[in-house]
């Protein structure tokens, strides 16, 4: 099931799920997902529908490392003609997969709709600070608070002068001065009125306050003739700052580190239309080029067929074949890291047919079968040019921990990734694993230890993996055991 679509929910169920996944700093989609699964686990929690979640501290709660949340925003829209520009914020913001709950001054619904905007951001519009629907539970509180970043955009300058005075008389101003959240102010108004002492004062209040700015902008304002400082910036600008404050540039641990990634399955043709193949998407090995890429390694993938797009600003070569994926990964070294994700073929046909083969009275012909080249073993046992850290994944159906620690030993890497890949799992071109970090204890006689992860998506088990690697490189390069940290 790629996507949930739940349909006809009353407003008590509605406002437990939002109560519910803002608490556990989930999508709405993926806190449904953790109800069904509780309740087929027989561990769900009661539904308290009005049960409000403990306040928030104004810093998200500490996530395992891999966890990304879906990012939310309050969206206060300020009585201006710049209100129209509000609309282009709401779709640049959901692009960037932020979620939007927007609230109208009162003069703001002069310039836009409260149908269009709630059109635009797919949730309801909030508009009164005496609203008998929202207020039952605080609703003023809960826009404060249920979000990880306000913006007000247009900030218009009645609107900061109650902020900056401390002015809780409309849902918006008492909003704002019931957060704990950052706010992000983008300024719009007359260029007189900007520059205007009262104004100038108000501002620099504000901004001691801890309130930041983006803007105005310069240029010719909506009054014929008039010119000057006070545009609102655009909507892709604020967007664009907005994300850079709900998501901060993620650490770079693994710069000046060259990352070996393979991926995807291999396919060892038969004849020039068959070949023999398996059921891997290469969704694993993709996006753990994309954390290592994120965590500013030079990144180079070898991957066999699939229909995947490259992660940005990660060097893809595509292969078919084992034997192309070896002769481009030995290409590739050296490498700091070598991580082989790929589900390599073992076997080939050991004579390609020249043409189609065709069935016969004879029956079926005969396949001879040669075993592949062993990528992993080969790597891992080179006397030059051998990656400190090589890393294989064991995909298994059966006694998936003691085949993964066999092919540990017998390989001769220093971890492996073991996860389980029977139908029932839904690994194999499915969107979530499981999986156990396999390696050996260097301070207890290389005594073999597994670190088991909890169920979570390709794109979190790949983050979590680079978080480990990154632990261990700075740990060799202060001349300690190279060993998966805990």
Request: hydrophobic letters at 45%.
């Amino acid at each position: 099931m790629a996507s949930l679509t739940i349909r006809k929910l009353d407003d008590a169920v509605k406002t437990y799920l939002r109560l519910r996944s803002a608490r556990n700093r989930r999508s709405v989609e993926e806190e449904v997902r953790v109800i069904l699964r509780e309740l087929i686990e027989g561990r769900e929690e009661p539904l308290t529908p009005f049960a409000v979640p403990p306040e928030a501290s104004p810093a998200p709660a500490t996530l395992r490392p891999g966890a990304v949340p879906e990012a939310s925003v309050t969206l206060i829209i300020g009585g201006g003609i710049a209100a129209f520009k509000s609309l282009d914020l709401i779709r640049r913001l959901k692009e960037r997969r932020i979620e939007v709950r927007c609230v109208l001054t009162k003069a703001a619904t002069q310039f836009v709709t409260p149908l269009s905007v709630s059109a635009l951001s797919h949730e309801r519009v909030y508009t009164d600070l005496f609203d008998p629907q929202s207020e039952f539970d605080a609703g003023h509180i809960r826009l404060a608070r249920d979000c990880d970043l306000i913006v007000v955009a247009p900030a218009t300058a009645d609107l900061m002068a109650k902020m900056a005075g401390g002015h809780a008389d409309d849902l918006a101003s008492a909003i704002l001065l019931a957060t704990n959240r950052k706010v992000l102010l983008a300024p719009a108004m007359n260029p007189l009125m900007w520059n205007n002492a009262a104004t100038r004062r108000n501002v620099a209040q504000l901004q001691r306050d801890g309130v930041l700015l983006i803007g105005p902008n310069s240029g010719e304002m909506a009054e014929a003739g008039e010119a000057g400082i006070g545009r609102m910036s655009e909507a892709i600008e604020i967007a664009n700052a907005a994300e850079k404050l709900l998501r901060p540039p993620l650490p770079r641990p693994l710069a000046g580190k060259r990352v070996l990634i393979t991926a995807g399955p291999t396919h060892e043709p038969i004849d020039p239309v068959r070949y023999i193949a398996n059921r891997s998407s290469g969704k694993q090995g993709f996006a753990i080029a994309a954390a290592a890429q994120a965590a500013g390694a030079e990144v180079i993938l070898v991957s066999g067929p699939v229909d995947l797009d490259d992660p940005g600003g990660v060097k893809v070569t595509r292969v078919e074949s084992a034997r192309q994926m070896l002769e481009q990964v030995q290409a590739a070294l050296p490498a700091d890291i070598a991580i082989f994700a790929a589900a390599v073929a073992d076997w080939r046909v050991a004579n390609e047919g020249e043409q189609k083969l065709k069935k016969t009275s004879a029956g079926m012909p005969p396949l001879q079968l040669v075993e592949n080249p062993d990528i992993l073993a080969t790597i891992s046992k080179l006397t030059e040019k051998r990656p400190p850290l090589v890393i294989g994944f064991a995909a298994e159906t059966e006694h998936l921990i003691d085949n993964a620690k066999t092919k540990l030993a017998r390989k001769g890497c220093d971890w492996i990734v073991a996860n389980d890949v029977s139908p029932a799992s839904g690994v194999m071109g499915g969107d979530r694993n499981t999986v156990h970090l396999i390696s050996k204890n260097a301070e207890n006689n290389g005594e073999i230890t597994v670190d088991s992860w909890p169920v979570m998506t390709k794109e979190q088990v790949a983050i979590e993996l680079v978080a480990h690697i990154a632990k261990s490189v700075t740990a060799k390069s202060a001349d300690k055991p190279l060993e998966p940290a805990s």
